[in-house]
């Protein structure tokens, strides 16, 4: 029942949801870079190494072995470095999207947090602490001149 309780919970503030979001965005995402790596970059890229297929690219390791009808008897085992390297280039453009995404909420934030700046809205708990701090500013000063 506790677990159950605490599921409830977990659901209801919002996480669940805003998890559950994260994950369909991020699939979504990994499909578009998918395409963007195979079917934008890895042409060129194909073309400037005179026609050589990443993804067909492999070491093979052991032949495989067919009889005299042609069927294969022991299957070829291979290190597939070609696929490792599309899938390392879909992390990279990745790394660097999420990078950039976060720099921009980044700036967005620090935008927010401060209150002179009248461009972007500054959160309320932001905008009376600076009062606050404003008014302690203030304060000091007033209790400075008249120690002198």
């Given at each position: 029942m506790k677990f159950l309780k605490e599921f409830k919970?977990?659901?209801?503030?919002?996480?669940?949801?805003d998890m559950a979001i994260g994950i369909i965005i991020g699939a979504a995402f990994n499909k578009v870079i998918d395409v963007l790596v195979k079917k934008i970059f890895m042409p060129p890229l194909s073309l400037m190494t005179d026609g050589l297929n990443f993804q067909d690219q492999k070491y093979v390791v052991r032949e495989s072995v067919t009889n005299s009808e042609g069927e294969v008897i022991v299957q070829e085992v291979a290190m597939e470095y070609g696929v490792l390297f599309e899938t390392f280039l879909d992390f990279i453009i990745i790394g660097l999207t999420v990078f950039l995404v976060v720099k921009a909420m980044n700036r967005l934030r620090s935008k927010a947090q401060d209150p002179k700046n009248e461009v972007v809205v500054t959160p309320k708990?932001?905008?009376?602490?600076?009062?606050?701090?404003?008014?302690?500013?203030?304060?000091?000063?007033?209790?400075?001149?008249?120690?002198?």
């Open positions: 919970e977990f659901a209801v503030k919002g996480n669940m949801m708990d932001i905008e009376l602490l600076s009062k606050l701090n404003d008014l302690m500013e203030e304060q000091n000063e007033l209790l400075r001149s008249k120690s002198v």
